[in-house]
């Protein structure tokens, strides 16, 4: 890859994080272990515990990971209910636990009960029909059980049943929120880079580079089929992303002149807008408010690259996260938090790039990160948690962060990886309850 096209991917690849302050995370793994009431700056959160039936081991471990994974509780170590007992409240309370989770096996389905511990009563009681063990969507459909599970407890579903897409190599793979079910979504040999999710959660966009040639491409997941973005049939074009509607796709063109934003309404297939004008400066990496007002986008016009902001329509085009010139380094890779509160970058600090995130209100920002190289930040559909690209373990790989407890987790991939973003919700992972 020579020229303008080299250029297009150590662009997209620099810009491929900040909430309130008052929320400081550290940079230390999560050790793994009983520790109930432990305080952080949310309150305290309430031990729960796991037991299932004999039988149910993969879907006992999987609710109880997710459950872990969601940070929303202290996880007391759980285990086959050997006996197939009634839950023992007494001795669970004992343990530290709040609530337990009963898993018992049903012909062709599970019995789910959530005990509160504390009140000595049945929370919920439902009955959900998974698929078979080793079919394709046993693993969404348990994590979908788990997200209920939090929802049941904290009012909010969980963030199991999601999935991220990231680069590695030349290819585009996907992966479950646990790190398993590792899939390529690209083609074998097609160069892709800077995969984003539809809303969705059934298509993606990305980049497909070619010689002299980068057009953006839409492409159904579950069929395969695409389609190229009205804009980008022509010329080199970055850092895709979808219309908080699903219906446009926004992207970076670049040429002699600069690189600049458009945005295209893949719906109709028609009406390119450009939205920057950038005058022999880069803009790139767009990312939209949730309702779609605002962009936040980076571009170079202060003469190192930092985070903007404008209206959706392209007027407004201000300076979003304040940087000190000399001091503070390039900034990259913005994306807005599902709830509007937040927007996640990188920046570099002292020649590294870590992990900020930016309070839309205040325009305050933190650092999340410290050790090693982390960058290319995107959200989970809950605010609370961020995927990232860190090389803290020795190679770059895939780590997930909890902005309000600051526990971190890896998720490894098979080779050095790149550029991630995380789906909202997906809706297809629902379980059946029959009751």
């Not at 949730?290 to 190192?304: C, I, K, M």
């Not at 380094?329 to 970058?345: I, K, L, Q």
């Not at 559909?381 to 690209?389: A, I, K, M, T, W």
Request: net charge neutral; with cysteine.
């Amino acid at each position: 890859m020579k020229g303008a096209a080299a250029r297009l991917v150590r662009l997209a690849g620099a810009a491929l994080c900040l909430l309130p302050a008052a929320l400081r995370a550290q940079d230390t793994s999560h050790v793994e272990g009983v520790r109930v009431g432990i305080t952080y700056a949310a309150g305290i959160r309430p031990g729960l515990l796991v037991v299932w039936s004999p039988g149910l081991d993969s879907v006992g471990a999987i609710i109880q990971r997710d459950l872990d994974y969601s940070d929303q509780f202290e996880m007391i170590p759980g285990a086959v209910n050997p006996h197939d007992g009634p839950v023992n409240d007494g001795l669970y309370r004992g343990m530290g636990a709040a609530y337990a989770v009963e898993v018992t096996g049903l012909t062709g389905a599970v019995d789910i009960r959530l005990h509160d511990l504390v009140a000595k009563q049945v929370r919920q009681d439902r009955v959900a029909v998974l698929p078979g063990v080793g079919a394709p969507d046993f693993r969404m459909a348990v994590h979908r059980v788990a997200d209920e599970i939090v929802r049941w407890i904290t009012g909010q579903p969980g963030i199991a049943a999601t999935q991220i897409l990231y680069d590695e190599g030349s290819q585009v793979f996907r992966i479950d929120a646990d790190g398993a079910g590792r899939v390529a979504v690209t083609r074998s040999g097609e160069r892709a880079l800077s995969p984003a999710w539809s809303p969705d959660g059934t298509r993606m966009a990305f980049t497909s580079l070619g010689d002299g040639v980068a057009p953006v491409i839409v492409q159904t997941l579950a069929t395969g089929a695409r389609l190229t973005v009205p804009g980008t049939a022509t010329g080199e074009n970055i850092t895709p992303v979808f219309t908080p509607d699903g219906q446009g796709v926004a992207y970076a063109k670049s040429n002699e002149a600069g690189t600049d934003l458009y945005v295209a309404n893949v719906a109709q297939m028609c009406c390119v807008q450009r939205l920057t004008v950038g005058r022999y400066s880069d803009n790139l990496s767009p990312t939209f408010s949730p309702d779609g007002q605002r962009v936040a986008f980076v571009s170079n016009r202060p003469g190192v690259p930092q985070v903007y902001v404008m209206a959706s329509d392209g007027t407004g085009q201000e300076l979003f996260a304040p940087f000190d010139f000399g001091a503070t380094g390039d900034s990259y890779a913005p994306d807005w938090s599902p709830d509007g509160a937040s927007v996640v970058f990188h920046r570099e600090v002292g020649g590294t790039p870590q992990v900020f995130v930016l309070d839309v209100a205040s325009r305050k920002v933190r650092q999340l990160t410290s050790a090693g190289r982390n960058e290319d930040a995107s959200w989970a559909p809950d605010g609370r948690h961020v995927v990232f690209v860190s090389d803290r373990s020795g190679r770059r790989q895939l780590w997930v962060v909890d902005v309000e407890s600051g526990r971190f987790r890896e998720l490894a991939t098979a080779a050095a990886a790149r550029l991630p973003a995380w789906s909202r919700r997906l809706a297809a992972a629902a379980p059946v309850f029959t009751r």
